[in-house]
């Protein structure tokens, strides 16, 4: 069954710090990838998406993730934080290899930042 | 352009009872969906439609829930009688059709049955 886990549920790290969240899936065939990120009240905004090609992708608000096809792995960077960047974010696979636009997505992780 | 609006966006109703949300999707997009986000989860998708059809409801609790979307445009999502585990965020998406469309996303409606 198509699945995603994102391992760590709360991080925290120091303004101007370097970030890293982690997304693993589980899908057969070539996987459509997503993050997105939700502040408090708020709705989920895309940061980010990979298809096909690159496997490192660029996204709004100076975020990046490289996708692995051989860890399973599609993770979320940004080299220097900004206190703006607290809230939650998610990985998500997009399911029937994209065809519906049905989304399945991992559990979250919290990002609190320190000043 | 305006974004999905969704309300009420806020509601606390008492297990038994029956509640509806609303949904107005971006104009122009084809494709609605609702999430149930549940807290400390992501979002799990009840049902999506094209246009005013269903496309996927497999995980709709049909006992219970019930969604429509008339004309195409607006929706409404159901849930008669609520259970204590309904108590979620209950999020309205919309994108252009296929698969590889950008969702946008409301607000959200939070629920709590008390």
């Known amino acids: 069954a198509q699945s995603v886990t994102q391992p760590d549920i709360h991080i925290t790290v120091s303004e101007g710090a370097s970030l890293e969240l982690r997304c693993n899936y589980s899908?057969?065939?070539?996987?459509?990838l997503f993050w997105y990120v939700q502040s408090p009240g708020q709705g989920l905004q895309l940061l980010l998406k990979?298809?096909?090609?690159?496997?490192l992708v660029q996204g709004i608000k100076g975020f990046e993730a490289e996708f692995k096809r051989s860890q399973s792995s599609f993770n979320l960077r940004k080299p220097s934080v900004h206190w703006s960047d607290a809230a939650e974010y998610f990985c998500?696979?997009?399911?029937?290899?994209?065809?519906?636009?049905?989304?399945?997505f991992g559990q979250g992780t919290t990002l609190q930042v320190k000043p | 352009e305006a974004g999905v609006a969704q309300s009420p966006r806020y509601k606390i109703i008492e297990k038994r009872q029956s509640v509806a949300f609303w949904c107005n999707p971006i104009?122009?997009?084809?494709?609605l969906y609702w999430y149930q986000q549940i807290l400390g989860q992501g979002p799990k998708l009840l049902i999506q439609?094209?246009?005013?059809?269903?496309?996927?409801d497999s995980q709709l609790p049909k006992d219970r829930f019930s969604a429509e979307r008339l004309k195409g445009v607006d929706s409404t999502l159901k849930i008669q009688p609520a259970k204590l585990e309904d108590s979620a965020v209950y999020l309205c998406?919309?994108?252009?059709?296929?698969?590889?469309?950008?969702?946008?996303f409301g607000p959200g409606t939070r629920l709590t049955v008390t």
């Open positions: 998406a919309s994108s252009s059709p296929g698969g590889r469309s950008e969702q946008y």
């Open positions: 899908y057969g065939a070539t996987p459509y």
């Open positions: 990979y298809f096909s090609g690159d496997t």
């Open positions: 998500a696979v997009g399911a029937d290899s994209g065809n519906t636009g049905k989304l399945i």
């Open positions: 104009s122009g997009h084809a494709t």
């Open positions: 439609f094209q246009n005013n059809g269903v496309v996927d």
